[in-house]
């Protein structure tokens, strides 16, 4: 397992997370100096902020400090490769995988993991390309995470077990140990999963929610023990 440590780093697209990205990458001792984006600035669902208000708030902060900086904005459009940078992915979920492919054939890039340092990575736990890992969370022994998959804050991993590309493990989740977390599946903030129990591809494990046997792929489960729901769309990704 390797966490790349580099001062500058440049994030492609941005979410409602950007904040605990850009967090880690200072944690690391690191600055981020540009966010690049290939979509126009709207306002999110939910809080109805845009990534400018996010990123004028974040300078601002940045300002503050004795050695603070600026991180800047650039349309994809005008990107160039500058060697010594480090680049790394501002969102999660499958929609990454065009701006990924898009970004590899032009411009032939690879993307670091985000790895915050108050995490806790077994040594022999495989780490994909462009991972996320937020403070305070746990991953085992011989555990598997896929590209581009997101462990967030306080999150806890038994060893042996796997995470697929694209999926996303809400803040304080618990994963048992050999528990398989499929492909762009996501298990919300709180929720466990039992020992060897898998979560298909795409499926979702709501908040809370204790997850005793298997779940079918594109399925949303709740409760204690997690219920079927209701089947989720399979369209959407690569």
């Not at 032009?106 to 340092?117: R, S």
């Not at 977390?181 to 898998?198: D, E, P, Q």
Request: with cysteine; aromatic share 6%.
């Amino acid at each position: 397992m390797s966490n790349v440590i580099a001062a500058n780093y440049v994030m492609f697209g941005h979410s409602g997370l950007f904040g605990d990205y850009a967090d880690i990458i200072h944690a690391l001792g690191g600055r981020l100096l540009k966010v690049v984006t290939n979509v126009p600035d709207v306002p999110r669902p939910g809080d109805g902020r845009t990534f400018g208000q996010d990123r004028e708030a974040m300078n601002r902060s940045l300002a503050e400090r004795a050695t603070g900086w600026q991180i800047d904005h650039q349309d994809i459009a005008e990107f160039r490769l500058v060697v010594g940078e480090t680049y790394v992915v501002g969102f999660r979920g499958e929609q990454v995988a065009g701006l990924r492919d898009r970004l590899k054939q032009q411009f032939t890039l690879t993307f670091a993991p985000l790895i915050h340092p108050a995490a806790t990575v077994s040594p022999t736990t495989e780490v994909g390309e462009g991972v996320i890992v937020g403070a305070g969370s746990v991953i085992g022994a011989f555990s598997q995470l896929g590209a581009f998959c997101l462990v967030n804050r306080g999150a806890t991993i038994g060893h042996h077990a796997s995470i697929g590309e694209f999926a996303s493990i809400g803040p304080g989740a618990n994963l048992a140990s050999g528990a398989i977390i499929a492909r762009a599946a996501a298990v919300g903030i709180g929720a466990s999963v039992l020992n060897h129990v898998s979560v298909g591809a795409r499926a979702f494990v709501a908040a809370g929610a204790v997850v005793t046997r298997d779940v079918e792929p594109a399925t949303l489960v709740a409760g204690m023990p997690a219920r079927r729901v209701k089947r989720r769309p399979l369209e959407g990704g690569t």
